[in-house]
């Protein structure tokens, strides 16, 4: 005989506090996973997962995720419309690519920042993982479908097993904007214009003065060899330095020594090379650099910051660039030019390290930084590691980081009380006393036809004030109102909800006056 529903709950709430206990007992994870496989099996006796139905549970979003109004939405959207814009300025292409891939996919791609990749349970076949960023999917893209060149863009959402910090626009799962350009080019050519791009975005979104920071992975390879890191350490040293946006160096000078087993007197080298940025002064100043002329890396990297410099000059970004030696970016797959776009303010909960200003020699405090919004560079490798060949498929792209954009355009628009405008409606059909909602629906077929976005009141006989004030609390410009008189003479009264003025309008001409309004408004 089977147990009875009443008894399998009671075993699964047994069987629920064995595996609890199991857990703070800290017990072998073999033994873990076969409770919990037992719990799973109990569970599916009820027909699924679901929990009881006398439980109770919080209704809310998980940790790190949020949903989005109207308001928010309308903000959000502007936001991609205006970048959209920028990439198809440049030339790019859309492309979209699967929310998972193949876990071997994804593996071994981000260095210390893999541990933030979302695996999903097997599902009988494959296993997946959530992607972390768009990069590596359009990798896996180009490789698979023999692509050698392209200029392509993608919005979509990434999903990183992070800290989540809500307020700064630090999320779980969010949005990146990407731009990329593939194939074999001339130097710096597809490189500068990333940067452009980057620019012009913030430019165009208007949220506060930035700096692009620019340095190069070969240069820093370079550096850390010419200070005596070893070769095997380059990658997990690049991601200590990678965090002296967030942290002093102090705190990364102990993670280099304490964590990653790095000589002191190397560490103290790194920092001498950190603290530094400027413009192309500082290349001169370091081709001249005895340390570093002796490493060809270092030399390369050098001189290929001193053709981007030229090239941003050229493309009148002198004002918007700085050559910034403490920017890293941890990603394993950088080969080259890496950047990093960054919001000014007056403070920062952690203030970067003073950085030397190379201007005339004179040292200075650069104004702190409240926020990267863009990063990128060239990875000139990652395409290869897809290919059956290795055949390789240079890259250079830039990653908007519009989440940390919308966090500041929210706040803006909440301490200024700025209400948006959540639809697009252009006229609402109103009527001005009983028995006209046939004739509201045969106006608004009317106006829909016409292609006029137009909406009306889903009750038959509303009252005239309330629809008014729908238009004036929605921000809609127009109203159609309808009345038995005007109608017998083929006529309707257009109002603007604004002024309030009304004019007489014939019903076949009535789409047409509407688009005349617009185009003069």
Known sequence: MSDTREQILEQIKVQGDLVRQLKAAKESKEKIDEEVARLLALKAKLGGDAPPANQKFTLKTP????????????????????IVQVFKRHGGEAIDTPVFELKEVLTGKYGEDSKLIYDLKDQGGEILS?????????????????????KRYHIAKVYRRDNPAMTKGRYREFYQCDFDIAGTYDPMLADAECVKIVSEILDTLDIGDYVIKLNHRQLLDGMFQACGVPADSFRTICSAVDKLDKSPWADVRKEMVEEKGLDEAAADRIGEYVRLSGGAELVEQLLADEKLKAVPNAVKGLEGMQLLLKYCSIFGLEKRISFDLSLA?????????IYEGVLKGESAAVASPVKTSQQNGEQANEPATVGS????????????????????????????????????????????????RTSDVEVYVASAHKGLHEQRLKVLNQLWDAGVKAEHSY??????????????????????????????????????????????????????EIRRRQQTA
Not at 63 to 82: A, E, F, N
Not at 130 to 150: E, G
Not at 373 to 385: E, T
Request: aromatic share 6%; net charge positive.
């Open 63 to 82: 940790k790190g995720t949020r949903d989005y109004g109207p308001q928010q939405m309308t903000l959000r959207q502007g936001v991609l419309d205006k």
């Open 130 to 150: 959530m992607r972390y960023d768009l990069t590596v999917p359009l990798a896996r893209y180009l490789a698979m479908n023999k692509i050698s060149s392209i």
């Open 329 to 337: 970016r941890g990603l394993d797959y950088y080969t080259g030019v």
């Open 373 to 420: 919004v863009a990063g990128g560079g060239r990875y000139d490798n990652l395409v290869g590691m897809f290919d059956p060949r290795g055949k390789a498929v240079p890259c250079v792209g830039v990653s908007i980081g519009v989440e940390r954009i919308f966090s500041v355009l929210e706040a803006r628009a909440a301490s200024s009380g700025l209400k948006l």
């Open 459 to 512: 009750k038959l006989n509303p009252k005239l004030l309330v629809q008014l004030q729908h238009c004036e609390e929605h921000q809609i410009p127009l109203v159609v109102v309808l009345g038995d008189a005007e109608l017998a003479q083929g006529l309707v009264k257009l109002r603007e909800v604004t002024t309030r003025q009304e004019t007489n309008v014939k019903l076949e001409d009535l789409a047409a």
